[in-house]
């Protein structure tokens, strides 16, 4: 094996010793999972807030001096539910009663790494402008890792209705009928009790929205009602001990493949957020190891290895498992058309929820 240097040359002739620091090798742990919030919402009257600027808030007093009062009550919405979430603001100017285009404020978002995207409008338009920003920034050039996240509090039907036009795994839309706090405020709390749980993979089932109202009795959804809202991609919210509104699965709104077919692959938002968390870990531990690599014949296997490295520390993390039972599958070779390229194929089995619990019961008498 040689060794390569940065900054001492082979051309030295001058008698001595020389050293450089190599810091490539430093890091072995894997990267945090962080979660940022950006509310795109509307400008008031005397906002002092620049449209489509990202601003972050640590209030919402100061988001009202700043955006107006849509802003203060969805961050209020997001801080009552879980007081350390990092929120930012993005203002959207509003001409008359017409819904706005959100596309540039969505834009103005791209380079400020927020993980969940929250609008102020949530209509069949506003949300299929951040189905689309999502897609072309989570994509396999750009390799963000964004949600977008909306609500509904008027009925089930309006709820599977929008689901159904969206369809998009990095997008979850959560349903609390008869609620009186808005549908902006549910979103935003939805939002924050995400964000509070850095692991990927671990389920957000009973996580409390402290703060948004528990719908009357005669509102709430019941259990076919939630079977409904999950097959069709949507999030169902419940009133638990001490009417509290808590989460019962948090479910993307994609059901259904390209070709028409029921796929559930990308059911639960965990998968989403571990996908995302494995291309981070991946692609972070490769600029690491290998910022200025030859690409020799020993270079395959020394990437490879690395990638291997960092899914066995993710399986004892319990996000991925059964790494040596796929490792077959984790290759790395040259590509037949790029001299300067690596090709690989990274086989990952995400960890899944314990959602369903079945027992017997067997009688003896």
Known sequence: MSIAFDTIPPSIRKPGSYFEFNTSLAVRTLPTNAQSICLIVPLGAGATLAANVPTQVYSAEEAKALAGAVAAEMVDAAIKAYRYVAISLVGVVVQGEAEPDI?????????????????????????????????????????????????VVSSLSASTTLATALNAGAISV??????????RQVAAAYAAMIASEEDPARPLNTLALAGISAPAISSRLGRTEQETALANGVTPLEVGPGDIVQIVRAVSTYTKSAAGADD????????????????????????????????????????????????KKMQELEIVEEVDANAAGLVVERSDQDVNRLNASIPIDVVNGLHVFAGRIDLLL
């Open 264 to 311: 559930v692959s990308l059911l639960d938002l965990t998968t989403m957020r571990t996908l995302y968390y494995v291309r981070n870990a991946c692609r972070t531990r490769i600029r690491l190891r290998f910022p200025r690599s030859k690409l020799s014949s020993k270079t395959p296997a020394a990437v490879r290895g690395e990638l291997l490295d960092v899914l």
């Open 103 to 151: 596309a540039p404020a969505l834009d103005s978002t791209a380079l400020g790494g927020f993980t969940l995207l929250v609008p102020a409008w949530f209509s069949a338009t506003a949300m299929t402008a951040l189905r689309t920003h999502i897609a072309t920034y989570t994509n396999s050039i750009e390799q963000q890792g964004i949600l977008g996240i909306g609500a």
């Open 174 to 183: 959560a349903l609390l009928p008869g609620t009186t706090s808005s549908a």
